[in-house]
């Protein structure tokens, strides 16, 4: 099922066009920073197979390469009692490395983060509570695409259900035109508890009107066998 998956996406990249538009407010851009003063406010609404979940997130420019931000969820399961609050998840972006334009570096970014309070309930280990996580994501913005990956180590500190697992995020993300975009990413996450092992790949299609971006998108887990699918919104003040 993976190789077909591959042999599909593969065959919606070649002939595919791009565009120019600006990189500057493109919020769902995977390497996006907002500039310094910005506040960047993110809604969104999934629907799975066995749940709802909803997040809000507010993040801030502290500086031009330096990014503060926080988030909270709520998921409601339709058939347990894992509902509730997530825990707060309090982190920050900081740009180590930022490629000029027309030179052949990278861009570089570091994430940290850490989670805490909400529900034990909640399922695991996405919106688990005594959470930490470091990562990096990198690559490269071109005019109509950006190329991205982020690897990211999480430490999850429970009595009963603690953990660690690592994810790997490849991402590719057109510019179709002014208005219009398209992403695909898949996440490849290896954890401890071999349980919680899951590839998913994400499809998003992103509408942009001035600084506010409606994002639709549809993700699969190959492991749990799950669709999803939902709406962000990002408003970029």
């Known amino acids: 099922m993976m190789k077909k998956f591959f042999v599909a996406f593969v065959c919606t990249l070649v002939g595919f066009s791009v565009s120019a538009a600006d990189i500057t407010t493109d919020t769902s851009d995977p390497l996006f920073l907002q500039m310094q003063g910005r506040a960047l406010v993110q809604t969104g609404l999934e629907y799975f197979e066995t749940g709802l979940r909803m997040g809000f997130g507010l993040s801030y420019g502290m500086t031009e390469k330096l990014v503060f931000g926080g988030r909270v969820h709520y998921q409601q399961d339709f058939p347990g009692p894992q509902d509730g609050f997530s825990s707060i998840d309090l982190g920050g972006i900081y740009r180590a490395g930022d490629a000029e334009e027309g030179d052949d570096n990278l861009i ?20 688990a509570d005594s959470t930490y996580y470091m990562g990096m994501r990198f690559g490269r913005q071109y005019a109509g695409v950006t190329l991205a990956g982020t ?65 639709g998108f549809v993700n699969y887990a190959f492991e749990a066998r799950d669709i999803g699918a939902g709406i962000k919104v990002n408003i970029l003040f």
């Open 108 to 127: 570089y970014d570091v994430l940290v983060g850490m989670k805490f309070g909400g529900s034990h309930r909640v399922r695991m280990p996405d919106y």
């Open 151 to 215: 690897v990211k180590s999480t430490w999850i500190f429970d009595d009963a259900r603690g953990m660690a697992y690592i994810d790997f995020v490849p991402e590719i993300y057109f510019r179709t035109d002014e208005n219009w975009r398209l992403g695909w990413s898949l996440d490849l996450r290896k954890a401890t508890d071999s349980h919680y092992n899951e590839e998913t790949l994400d499809f998003k299609l992103v509408r942009q009107y001035g600084r506010t971006q409606y994002a």
